[in-house]
């Protein structure tokens, strides 16, 4: 296949799609236990064009086996922090070299717009694993004095060491599928564990890609599997598996909650990134096309598919009106189309499973009284596309006010005090992200500690950055991925007391 919707693509990842694709369990590249395959389907023609194993339960055994064998012996567990931050960097060299093959596939299997994939997932990717392989070198512990009773006629030395947790299981979504990957692989290296990853049955390829670029960088067998399949199968005997010390999850917070209860049972480390359902706080002293800009951003970005997206518009009543026309006419121009198509700036959903997700989502806000200033409708064709949408005339006790949507749809409501918005956009049961749109700094200060999320942005939105802690309050998560936070998910502090 050398073209994608009359796009040409870059002869490697023709190459790519043009290989049989299989997972890669303890340095090799095998068919699952069963033979049997999961299509990979193109969203914006609705059509397969690739196959993937499918692995499940005996792949996942295989995979913890390679992956426990090299925690324990073998090169890795000799390999120096200084080898480990030299092998992340190749990793990242080799990503950032196959930059627009990386790019091609996200666009094609995801369905995003092929230059944000390019300049947003990769770039991002490429960037944090350089920043974790300088955490490979910089892990430490402390010394402390100690004031050990009884025992008066000795001395005594405490230090603590920080080790690799262990073999570390990862599954990842769709929405950002390479750099979700990266968030887990990269800290996880940097401390010396081994890993099993699971992409999400919609968008496998990039992260079977990054398994090649990892033996190409030179990791040993087994540090680095991948297995492709299913959630309740694969997925679901991952997260139980007695053979892992650490589950890093990133999903639905109902998913979520069935990968805790597994680890529970087990005790195994668990990190959470999940669902949310953030607030844009537009303040009276806003330009209303600037804010327009920034809400449009914040919720059409990723065709509203991001954990962070800014899903519910809060605008003081004395702009409401000129805001929401503003962003209904910025709706209503975006070109839609498939994400290889490097001028399409609102790419189709992942799947035909989420446009019926998002559409029901819209048409429920309909039946309760809401009404689309802009979109509001399924794209035309066999595609999965969803118009970008912006639902107004709604009630806090409506669906599409309370719960995720995970589309390109926003609800826009007017308010009136300081007070009134920071207790509305706490109600709600997430707590992962939110925007404050003002330059009165004092009003911004008072606002910032009232929300209760884990990350605010002030007169931006979705900016993602290496060294910033990521996570969620409430039912949004548990931990941080990101910045120094990350490492703390991927190692185990060892307290050690010598009697001198
Ligand atoms: P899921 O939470 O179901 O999927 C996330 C990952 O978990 C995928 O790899 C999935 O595999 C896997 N998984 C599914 N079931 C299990 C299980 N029982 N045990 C272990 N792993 C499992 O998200 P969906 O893809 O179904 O999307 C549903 C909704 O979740 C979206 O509409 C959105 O609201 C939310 N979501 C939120 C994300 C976020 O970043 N906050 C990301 C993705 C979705 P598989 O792909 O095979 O199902």
């Known amino acids: 296949m050398n073209a994608f919707h009359g796009i040409t693509l870059h002869p490697d990842t023709a190459a790519f799609l043009a290989r049989k694709q299989r997972m890669l369990i303890g340095g090799e590249w095998v068919e699952a236990a069963s033979g049997e395959t999961l299509p990979v389907m193109d969203p914006a023609s609705g059509e397969t064009f690739c196959r993937v194993p499918a692995g499940d339960s005996p792949d996942i055994d295989r995979a913890v086996a390679a992956a426990r064998r090299a925690f324990e012996s073998g090169d890795w567990p000799r390999a120096r922090p200084v080898d480990r931050e030299r092998l992340l960097l190749k990793l990242a060299d080799l990503l950032e070299a196959h930059a627009q093959e990386f790019a091609e596939l996200e666009a094609i299997d995801n369905g995003k717009p092929v230059m944000m994939a390019r300049h947003v997932d990769v770039a991002l990717s490429v960037d944090f694993i350089r920043y974790m392989a300088g955490w490979?070198?910089?892990?430490?512990?402390?010394?402390?004095?100690?004031?050990?009773?009884?025992?008066?006629?000795?001395?005594?030395?405490?230090?603590?060491?920080?080790?690799?947790?262990?073999?570390?299981?990862?599954?990842?979504?769709?929405?950002?599928?390479?750099?979700?990957?990266?968030?887990?692989?990269?800290?996880?290296?940097?401390?010396?564990?081994?890993?099993?990853?699971?992409?999400?049955?919609?968008?496998?390829?990039?992260?079977?890609?990054?398994?090649?670029?990892?033996?190409?960088?030179?990791?040993?067998?087994?540090?680095?599997?991948?297995?492709?399949?299913?959630?309740?199968?694969?997925?679901?005997?991952?997260?139980?598996?007695?053979?892992?010390?650490?589950?890093?999850?990133?999903?639905?917070?109902?998913?979520?909650?069935?990968?805790?209860?597994?680890?529970?049972?087990?005790?195994?480390?668990?990190?959470?990134?999940?669902?949310?359902?953030?607030?844009?706080?537009?303040?009276?002293?806003?330009?209303?096309?600037?804010?327009?800009?920034?809400?449009?951003?914040?919720?059409f970005f990723n065709q509203g598919q991001v954990c962070t997206a800014g899903s519910r518009l809060y605008v003081h009543k004395s702009r409401f009106d000129a805001v929401v026309e503003h962003l209904a006419g910025i709706a209503a121009g975006m070109k839609m189309g498939p994400g290889i198509d490097p001028g399409t700036q609102i790419g189709p959903l992942v799947s035909k499973v989420q446009q019926r997700r998002v559409m029901e989502y819209v048409q429920s806000g309909y039946a309760e009284g809401a009404r689309a200033a802009a979109g509001g409708a399924a794209g035309d064709g066999p595609g999965c596309f969803v118009k970008p949408t912006v639902l107004v005339d709604v009630r806090e006790d409506m669906r599409v006010v309370r719960e995720e949507i995970f589309g390109p749809v926003v609800v826009a409501q007017p308010f009136e005090d300081l007070d009134e918005i920071a207790r509305r956009a706490n109600d709600t049961p997430y707590g992962l992200a939110a925007s404050i749109w003002s330059n009165d700094l004092s009003r911004v200060h008072r606002l910032i500690p009232k929300i209760k999320a884990g990350t605010v942005w002030v007169n931006c939105h979705n900016i993602i950055e290496n060294v910033m802690p990521f996570g969620g309050f409430k039912q949004s998560g548990i931990g941080r991925e990101a910045g120094r936070s990350a490492l703390e998910l991927y190692t185990e502090p060892k307290s050690v007391i010598m009697a001198l």
């Open 136 to 299: 490979a070198t910089k892990l430490d512990g402390s010394t402390m004095e100690l004031s050990v009773p009884l025992v008066r006629d000795k001395e005594f030395f405490g230090f603590t060491r920080r080790e690799p947790v262990g073999v570390v299981g990862a599954i990842i979504p769709w929405n950002f599928p390479l750099l979700m990957a990266v968030w887990k692989v990269a800290p996880a290296l940097a401390a010396g564990c081994t890993m099993i990853l699971k992409p999400a049955e919609d968008t496998p390829l990039t992260a079977l890609r990054l398994g090649e670029l990892a033996q190409e960088a030179g990791y040993p067998a087994g540090v680095l599997n991948v297995v492709t399949g299913l959630g309740h199968t694969a997925g679901a005997a991952l997260a139980s598996h007695t053979g892992i010390e650490k589950i890093a999850f990133t999903g639905s917070t109902e998913v979520g909650k069935l990968v805790g209860k597994a680890a529970m049972e087990n005790m195994t480390r668990v990190s959470l990134e999940l669902g949310g359902k953030s607030p844009v706080i537009v303040l009276d002293d806003v330009d209303p096309a600037v804010a327009a800009a920034g809400a449009a951003q914040a919720i």
